[in-house]
């Protein structure tokens, strides 16, 4: 007889998401012993299996549902009546292992308990650098294959201690299956070595913290890499970080001992802070106060800065003495992947850093950290790495093949198809060197293994000589290519599970378009089946092609050919003609009557860059969108009236605003009033195409819209409902590969042959 939830009822439960190394187990062990219900919980590839019986047993899975661990995420919750079973009690079983269905679990920063617990002196974990528990610590860093138990990550070298063991057996304890548990008895044990690996005798964080106050950089090892260390406020450390780290310019992310420290330096917003303090604790790029002590060798020439707290025990423990901010940027070479092991460090980076604080905990899946901003109350996620990646976004049916798409050439990333989830890996790097490929197909090799998949599908970029198109290429397997800013685009239908026709805008660096020219400002309409381009921005000439990207005066001297004769542009004054000399623009003004070295290219990333040169706020760059980062300072929301711009037949003409930004650059205050009115340009032309198509869904995608001066005004003119901007992927070319993805599973079917 069945009345209501009070029988004897006996149920099977299958829940996905991210259910593993998030204390899920032990909660729900818990619950069962609050619920009276017997049975079990394992681990397997397909997610969390319950299998329960009670009279409790629907308020049990009710509070299942409700009562979540705080990292914790059910994408599905699947109930199946079955037999009664002669359980005795509720117990935790052993994993199985096997071909994986699951989201990964995500490393998270220390948490307060375990902060609280490393702070007091009669704790037997006072001052370890290890200390985490259920709620926080490494996971996919440390997991060799799923499902996650310890006997799977680089933790199974290390044997639990007696006490360790009591913790982890223990249903009431936060270390109950806390998989990488350990203590100073048992755990990892800190080293600290010369620049040549010798080891030096002393406390490893004193020798760390003396080398740091006395203006030395350190590699540090963290959760997904090394990062290179080195006081912030010292101009003489950051500038020989920069000098011999070969990196001219490009912002450095600061990490500070506590938010109250943080907040000295910077203005934050509410929704700022939060994102600081949440459990992820990311790289926050946020406004920069001006006459603090740091070095303005950080950041020079912009206004904001990527700021972070310390997310490990080990980080924490170097501001116990230290008062001021830390330099803590990835340790690569360049633009190259993160540098995960110690011996790496020594031969790679050794004549960068002059100590290394290091430890036996393995790190077996690098990641960098991610970096993340906010407009408008929305995440704009830039680079997307530790806490975040990988990510699963759950499909509605399921695969009946696996896919893999290879992203493109910068911010590389892949993205797998696998039974009903759609999985983006964390940065890559730029791809092209040796370091960078071999990293490439690493990853792959590590999304293989975890899924236990031979994809019978590879898609690429278009671009015929990208490493990641010749990857696929070489697999011997069905090859598709995509667009590149078509999969700008579906990146972010996939992030919203879109399938219907969008009106996208795809502003962009560079990529290769049908027509083999180098596109980067289109505007399509585009489903999951194709697209139309129906605007793109009138191509320009880049003058000496590579060079030009490196130098916006080049591609500024372009614009002006465009709308001027020769010996008018010799007598114009502008901060681009004075940038060269007479006869360099005679020679640079042949190559574009002759077309020589000079590729058309349609890219707004270009543009951007055209108009930073115009408007005198740089001539060349150190590093790519640097230009549009100095003009975002600028921007001064109150001025709101574009520049002049025409559009025939799709093409989007920008000769009028060349012109009135000449016009412009000699007056007072000409930089404010340049900047700003750049950007509701920008703004307009989106503005233009969603007025001709009003019943169009508006996505975006693209490297562009980093620039938070422009999502600002998109987000206050398009607010909620019709506007797509990705928040929890990457706006930039890190997803790619999941537009690849996107399109490839909705173009193949099941006879296409494998
Ligand atoms: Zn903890
Ligand atoms: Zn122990
Ligand atoms: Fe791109």
Redesign the pocket.
């Known amino acids: 007889m069945s009345v209501g939830s009070s029988y004897n009822q006996s149920v099977s439960i299958l829940v996905k998401g991210i259910v593993q190394g998030v204390g899920f187990r032990p909660f729900v062990y818990r619950e069962a012993k609050r619920h009276g219900i017997i049975g079990y919980v394992i681990n397997t590839p397909d997610g969390v299996l319950i299998e329960a019986q009670g009279v409790q047993c629907k308020a049990f899975m009710d509070a299942l549902q409700k009562n979540l661990p705080e990292h914790a995420r059910i994408d599905s919750f699947v109930i199946l009546e079955c037999e009664p079973i002669d359980y005795s009690d509720f117990e935790i079983r052993e994993s199985i292992e096997g071909e994986g269905n699951i989201a990964i679990p995500l490393d998270t920063a220390l948490c307060l308990a375990c902060q609280e617990e490393m702070d007091d002196p009669q704790n037997r974990r006072y001052r370890y650098p290890f200390i985490n528990c259920t709620d926080c610590g490494p996971r996919y860093t440390i997991l060799q294959i799923p499902p996650y138990d310890r006997v799977r990550t680089s933790m199974k070298h290390f044997t ?2 007696s ?2 063991e009591t913790e982890y057996t223990d249903p009431s304890s936060r270390r109950y299956h806390a998989e990488p548990i ?2 100073p ?3 990892p044990q800190l080293k600290f070595l010369d620049n040549s690996g010798h080891a030096i005798k002393g406390d490893p964080i004193e020798l760390a913290v003396s080398m740091l106050k006395a203006g030395k950089i350190i590699a540090l090892k963290g959760l997904g890499g090394f990062h290179l260390m080195c006081n912030a406020t010292d101009d003489l450390a950051v500038s020989e970080l920069r000098r011999r780290k070969h990196r001219k310019a490009k912002p450095l992310a600061v990490m500070f001992a506590t938010l109250e420290q943080l907040e000295t330096y910077t203005d934050i917003t509410d929704d700022e802070r939060s994102l600081i303090t949440a459990a992820v604790k990311p790289i926050v790029i946020v406004k920069a106060k001006v006459g603090t002590n740091l070095s303005p060798q950080v950041a020079a020439l912009i206004d904001r800065l990527g700021v972070f707290l310390p997310y490990t025990p080990l980080h924490r423990l170097l501001f116990e003495t230290i008062d001021f901010p830390l330099i803590a940027t990835s340790a690569n070479v360049s633009d190259e992947p993160i540098l995960i092991r110690t011996d790496e460090i020594i031969n790679r980076l050794g004549n960068v850093v002059d100590g290394i604080l290091s430890h036996d905990r393995t790190i077996v899946n690098a990641l960098d950290d991610s970096v993340v901003q906010i407009v408008q109350g929305k995440m704009v996620m830039l680079r997307m790495g530790r806490g975040f990646a990988p990510h699963t976004i759950a499909l509605a049916d399921s695969l009946s093949r696996s896919i893999l798409a290879v992203g493109a050439h910068q911010k590389s990333a892949v993205a797998l198809g696998v039974k009903q989830n759609m999985i983006l890996s964390g940065h890559i790097g730029d791809l092209g060197s040796v370091e960078a490929d071999n990293y490439f197909e690493r990853s792959i090799q590590t999304f293989k293994r975890f899924y236990d998949i031979k994809p019978s599908l590879y898609i690429s970029d278009l671009h015929p000589t990208y490493s990641s198109t010749r990857y696929a290429l070489a697999q011997k397997k069905r090859h598709d290519t995509l667009q590149h800013h078509y999969a700008h685009i579906l990146a972010c239908m996939a992030e919203y599970s879109l399938n219907e026709k969008v009106l996208g805008f795809a502003f962009d660096g560079t990529g290769y378009g049908d027509d083999g020219n180098l596109w980067g400002g289109e505007v399509m309409i585009a489903d999951t089946h194709g697209y139309e381009r129906i605007g793109f921005l009138k191509p320009f000439a880049l003058l000496g092609g590579d060079k030009a990207i490196k130098e916006p005066r080049r591609i500024a001297l372009s614009l002006l050919f465009e709308s001027y004769c020769l010996d008018e542009i010799l007598d114009l004054k502008s901060p681009t003609t004075e940038a060269f000399l007479p006869h360099e623009i005679r020679m640079l003004h042949h190559m574009w009557v002759k077309k020589l070295n000079s590729p058309m290219s349609s890219s707004m990333g270009r543009l951007f860059d055209a108009v930073a040169s115009l408007g005198g706020f740089i001539q060349s760059l150190d590093f790519e969108g640097q230009g549009g980062m100095i003009m975002e300072s600028f921007v001064d929301d109150s001025i709101t009236q574009p520049f002049g711009f025409t559009v025939l037949n799709g093409v989007i003409d920008l000769s009028i605003m060349v012109k009135q930004i000449i016009g412009l650059v000699t007056k007072r205050d000409s930089k404010r009033i340049i900047a700003s009115r750049f950007i509701v340009t920008v703004e307009a032309i989106i503005q233009f195409f969603a007025t001709m198509y009003p019943e169009l869904p508006i996505v975006i995608g693209g490297g562009v819209f980093q620039n938070r001066a422009l999502m600002n005004r998109l987000y206050y003119r398009f607010g909620e409902g019709r506007f797509y901007a990705q928040q929890q992927t990457p706006i930039n070319d890190g997803s790619i590969a999941l537009g690849q993805l996107y399109y490839a599973i909705h173009n193949t079917k099941e006879d296409d042959g494998s």
Do not use: Y
Request: hydrophobic residues 10%; charged residues 10%; proline residues 0%.
């Open positions: 639990m201690c006490e360790c350990s203590c008895q048992c755990g």
